[in-house]
């Protein structure tokens, strides 16, 4: 039985409301027709948390650095004393992407090529506050929403077979809301087009800005469905959970992604909130935030459950 897609708004909290229309006017505001960023406008918006070796709500942060020649790092994430959670590591940043020309191309290998050298490191490398004896990488999750779904995916693919690590074993995707695309316009896309916090102009601006210069939505970076899907994808590709947003436009190359999958033979579970739009963890006064909370806990313990360890995800 086919579903019938929602035709009338999410009744959303005021607050929310207000947050989201700030969002998309600060976001139209820094954007340049020219596929640049006004990053001196965007560093008023664009707040960063400092480290810290006292534990803020039981969690220690520190910056490890990866590579210095290219200002590559990352901030990690670890739990207090006797506390047994999950240490996360936020994606890397790199200062040099400041330097390089509108749609270089250069911006498409280095974000993935990041990902994955940092994966690299944590295999090879003795890491200050870092216990091994703890943290079991054997049993690593990679995690991104929105673009960062679709890093994950990419980085993803290239730790299935590309690379022989230590230690490291990459044993679970998620992938919340992954920001896919195509030169085709899905339906979600058109009866969305002006959604909840990403419209389809948005969307458009942002491909036209990542990829290289003369390619298109087909490219394989946008639509990871496209001839290259069957090459990819390793034997070791990890299982992989898919959110899924009813009030979100890339819903459908979403769904695709997680029918891909499945279809491939790959393990792979698929999570729908029909009321939300793209981005709505961010507002813990959705009950839907606690959902996927609890959604990506539960596959964590599915696929590899300790009791006695801690697991890692990136």
């Known amino acids: 039985m086919t579903k019938t897609p929602p035709t009338s708004p999410p009744d959303l909290p005021c ?11 600060v976001i139209n505001t820094v954007r340049r027709s020219n596929g640049t960023i006004n990053r001196r406008l965007m560093s008023l918006f664009d707040l960063k948390a400092s480290p810290s070796s006292k534990p803020n709500n039981r969690v220690k942060t520190s910056d490890v650095m990866v590579d210095p020649t290219r200002n590559l790092w990352f901030r990690l994430y670890v739990p207090a004393a006797a506390i047994t959670t999950t240490t996360f590591r936020r994606a890397p ?25 940092v994966l690299k490191f944590i295999d090879q490398t003795t890491i200050d506050g870092f216990d091994l004896n703890n943290v079991d990488i054997t049993r690593c999750f990679l995690a991104g929403d929105s673009a960062g779904g679709n890093l994950a995916h990419h980085v993803a693919v290239k730790a299935s077979d590309l690379h022989e690590f230590g230690k490291m074993r990459v044993v679970g995707l998620i992938a919340i809301q992954p920001f896919f695309g195509g030169k085709e316009r899905t339906e979600s896309e058109t009866r969305l087009s002006k959604g909840l916090a990403l419209s389809l102009e948005q969307t458009d601006w942002y491909w036209k800005t ?52 499945k279809k491939s033979g790959k ?28 959604e990506v806990r539960d596959f964590i313990e599915k696929l590899c459950y300790a009791p006695s360890g801690i697991s890692f995800l990136i």
């Open 93 to 117: 940043r790199r200062g040099r992407l400041r330097q390089l020309p509108p749609r270089s191309g250069a911006y498409l290998s280095l974000q993935y090529e990041d990902g994955f050298d």
């Open 210 to 261: 990542f990829l290289p210069e003369g390619s298109d939505r087909d490219h394989a970076a946008a639509n990871v469905l496209g001839k290259e899907w069957k090459d990819v994808l390793g034997v070791k590709f990890p299982a992989t959970i898919v959110f899924v947003g009813g009030f979100d436009l890339l819903q459908d190359w979403q769904r695709r992604y997680y029918e891909g999958l």
């Open 267 to 294: 393990e792979a579970y698929l999570i729908e909130y029909p009321n939300s739009f793209h981005g709505f963890y961010a507002f813990p006064e959705l009950k839907e935030s606690s959902f996927l909370v609890k």
């Open 15 to 25: 607050k929310v409301r207000l947050l989201l229309s700030l969002l998309t006017l």
